[in-house]
C-alpha cells in the first residue's frame, strides 16, 4: 500500500443532515446509497463482495476490520459489490498467511472510498432509532474540503433503495451451465447469487445458473428437477419478473428460494413484503425451527421481510421465525413443493447451522423425480 492513503481524508454524510469526517481509505472518489450496519466479528471480504449490498454503504460494527487481509478463495462474486465501507479502524498490515492484499489496497483495486476513524458505535445506534438513511461518502486528498451543505442537499434527494432496480445490474447477462457430475440438474435464478450457494449446490446438483429475468416456459424447458430463486439485493417488489415467473413455476416445479428468493416466492403466492427499520445484517440471527423445535444461529443480509399475517392466504405455512423480532425466517406450501428461508443457508464465512436446507432441497428433488 502506499503512503499517499495516509493523507486522505473522508466524510460521511446522512440525510439527516449529521455529517462525520474521518480519515479515508481506499479509493478517491464519492459513493451514495443506503447505510447499512453489519454485526459480523469476521467475514468482511465475504460481505464485501456479496451481491446483496449493491446500491449500500456498509458499515461494520466490529470495531477492528482487515487484521486477517484479503483472500480470493473467500469472494461470494467476481470483486466488490458495496458503494462504499465505513469502520472505525482499517487494518493496513494484515497478519495471516492466507492473505493476497490489505484492505486499503483492495478498495482501491475496485474504486470503493473508504472511511475510517468514525464512532460506528454511536452511527449503529442511530440507524437503529431512526432506521437506515440515505447516505453520501466522500474521499479526498490535499485541503480541497467539500461542500458539506451540498452534500446534505445531494444526500437527501438521492433516490430510496425501494426506487431503484438493483438486481439486474448484478446478475449474469445469459444462461451458462456448471456441471458437477451429478444426477440431478437445478435452475438457479441468479437475482445476485453469492458463490457459496453455487458451491453447496454442486455437491448433488448440476446448475443451469439464468438471468432473474427468464421466464417460466424457457426454464421448464430445461426439464429441471428443481429451481432455486437466489439472494439478491433491493426491494423484492420490484423484481417483477422474477415475481412472474415464480408464479407460473409455482406446481410445476419443486421451487426453493433463499433471502431475496424467499421474498419473491411469497410475493408470487399473494403474500407481502415491508421494508424492516433497520434489517438483519449479520452472522448472530437466532432462528426458530417449529418442525424440530431446535434454535440455529444464521447468516442474514437483507432489508426487507415478508409480512407473517399475509401468508395465510398465500397458502403458506409458516415454519421458522427469527427470535430477536418474530420476523419471518421460513415458509412452506402447504400442497406444493416450494419451501423457502430469509436466511442466508449457505452461511458464507459461518456459522454453518443451516446447511440441511440444501440436504433438504435435494431430497425434496429426489421425491419428486
Known sequence: MSSSHKCKRAVLVLEDGSFFFGEGFGAVGEAQGELVFNTGMTGYVEALTDPSYAGQILMMTYPLI???GVCREDFESD???VEGFVVREACTTPSNWRSEKSLPEFL????????QGVDTRMLTKKLRVYGTMKSTLVVYEGKDEPNIQELIEKTRTQPAITEIDIVPKVCVKEAKRIEAGRSLDVVLIDCGVKWSIIHLLKNFANIILVPY????????EYDPDGVLISNGPGDPARVKETIETARKLAGKVVLYGICLGHQIISLALGAKTYKL???H???????KDFETGRVFISTQNHGFAVAKETLEKAGLIL???????NTVEGVKHKELPIKAVQYHPEAGP???????FFEDFAKTMREYA
Request: net charge negative; glycine share 16%.
Open 277 to 279: 427499520k433497520f434489517g
Open 66 to 68: 482487515g487484521n486477517y
Open 350 to 356: 459461518g456459522p454453518h447451522d443451516t446447511y440441511f
Open 319 to 325: 415454519t421458522q421465525i427469527n427470535l430477536n423480532d
Open 108 to 115: 482501491e483495486e475496485y474504486g470503493i472510498p473508504g472511511i
Open 79 to 81: 470483486g466488490i459489490k
Open 281 to 287: 445484517r449479520g452472522a448472530n440471527q437466532p432462528v
Open 213 to 220: 429475468n427468464t421466464s417460466a416456459e424457457e426454464i421448464l
